[in-house]
């Protein structure tokens, strides 16, 4: 089954240090994405967001951050078209990550498993 994962939430903003400009945005989804996803979406926002005005403030550079998506540097009057960029981007992620064949994987997943269990700290005391 592919990955997707959706907006979750209205975005709630945040201030900035003084000297930067605009706010910080953040948007949940629904999820934590994976990193295969988050490249994915950052290469899809940008592509949505070229040709726009006044984007030249924003930082896309850790975009996806746990469950949250996190843009800074979000200017007042580039904040409406925003939203649409960002739900085109998870949109086009959404299809273009669902389109990638899956890669095969070194081992089963109880393999895994057991590597992890044997990685588990020793009880103190």
Known sequence: MSETHQIAAAP???PLEAGRVGARVRVSL?????????????AQLANQLSGHAA???LRLGELVQGSDLVLEGVEEHEAPA????????VAATNACVAAEPTRP????????????????????G
């Not at 629904?30 to 950052?42: I, K, M, V």
């Open 30 to 42: 629904t999820g934590a994405p994976s990193p295969r996803w988050s490249r994915a979406l950052g």
């Open 55 to 57: 984007v030249g403030h």
């Open 105 to 124: 994987r070194n081992m089963p997943q109880a393999a895994a498993d057991a590597i992890a269990l044997q990685a588990r700290p020793a009880p103190s």
């Open 82 to 89: 925003l939203g649409d960029c960002l739900e085109r981007a």
């Open 12 to 14: 709630r903003g945040e």
